[in-house]
């Protein structure tokens, strides 16, 4: 799915803004709840402390364990609770900038948590994601840094990012790159998937995934099988690997992994352990960058 059609998390988190910024109000009460724990507290010890002092003495007895004491709750009156909404109110409105920050941090917290867990799924999948045996690749098919695409081809970003894909492969020799496809936007998706896996049994997967990201216009079967034609396919043969149970099965593997990894739009790029969802300005770049840097580290799975 193209990254507009169905966001990240973070990006979700972005747009329904207002939900989160109770946040800080919450935050805020909690504190005063405490405070108002505090300030209750001493008026009743020193009571206690003062009702032993008039009390005589008990007679001795076995010493025992003390418990730990505990804070009775609070029971705010309404006008307190009145007040403590005007002191929230009159708090917030003198620094909107909580709302932000709040915000901010756990944007930070959920990237950060995020990034862990797609770390930990990628160790834990690296051969299916990056040296599938039948896996239709572009580049050098023996290339030392592997990257690996989930794509839908009716999605507008996966169009857009073509170009820097193609620039990557054609600016490296030894680049890899892997296709996983994820028809997730329509039948029409799914039908091309088809088409280009059949493709690929004719040694033609990249051409027909760059013609067919390239044309305009809603990709289905008939539109496929159109480019197909113009590319000098068998279209029988074609039309008899689409059917198969191998790429029904390739397929569906590719779903399988997408779920696993936690991608659930498209385009989604991932190089070593590392991930660059959608389809940034930077695409190339970025690309680029990570691929440089593992060749440096080294990655032992992709």
């Known amino acids: 799915m193209s990254a507009n059609s169905r966001p990240s998390l973070l990006r979700t988190l972005t747009e329904q803004r207002a939900t989160w910024l109770v946040i800080p109000a919450v935050a805020l009460l909690g504190a005063l709840v405490l405070l108002g724990n505090f300030a209750a507290t001493p008026q009743k010890v020193s009571k206690a402390v003062a009702a032993e002092a008039t009390t005589p003495a008990a007679p001795a007895s076995p010493v025992k364990v003390a418990e730990a004491p505990t804070t009775p709750p609070v029971n705010f009156t309404p006008e307190q609770k009145k007040e403590l909404e005007k002191i929230i109110k009159n708090y917030l ?58 794509f ?95 790429v029904e099965a390739e397929i569906k593997k590719s779903e399988a992994l997408a779920k696993k990894m936690g991608v659930n739009g498209t385009p989604h790029f991932l190089v070593g352990d590392r991930s660059i969802p959608g389809a940034p300005e930077d695409l190339y770049d970025q690309l680029e960058k990570h691929v440089t840097e593992l060749r440096k580290t080294g990655c032992s799975y992709c």
């Open 93 to 150: 409105i003198n620094n909107p900038e909580v709302f932000l920050e709040a915000q901010t941090a756990l944007e930070a917290k959920l990237e950060k948590e995020q990034a862990e867990k797609l770390k930990t799924a990628i160790a834990e999948n690296a051969r299916d994601i990056y040296r599938d045996p039948v896996a239709d690749v572009a580049g050098n098919p023996d290339g030392d840094i592997t990257v690996v695409e989930f």
């Open 152 to 246: 839908d081809y009716n999605c507008g970003y996966c169009k857009r990012g073509l170009h820097d894909v193609i620039k990557l492969v054609e600016s490296d020799p030894k680049v890899r790159v892997v296709f996983k496809e994820l028809p997730i936007l329509s039948k029409g998706s799914e039908e091309a998937s088809r088409v280009a896996i059949a493709a690929g049994r004719q040694g033609k997967y990249w051409d027909m995934h760059k013609a067919m990201l390239e044309a305009k216009g809603v990709m289905n079967e008939a539109n496929a099988l159109a480019i197909a034609s113009k590319l000098g396919l068998d279209i029988e043969k074609l039309k008899k690997d689409m059917a198969s149970a191998d």
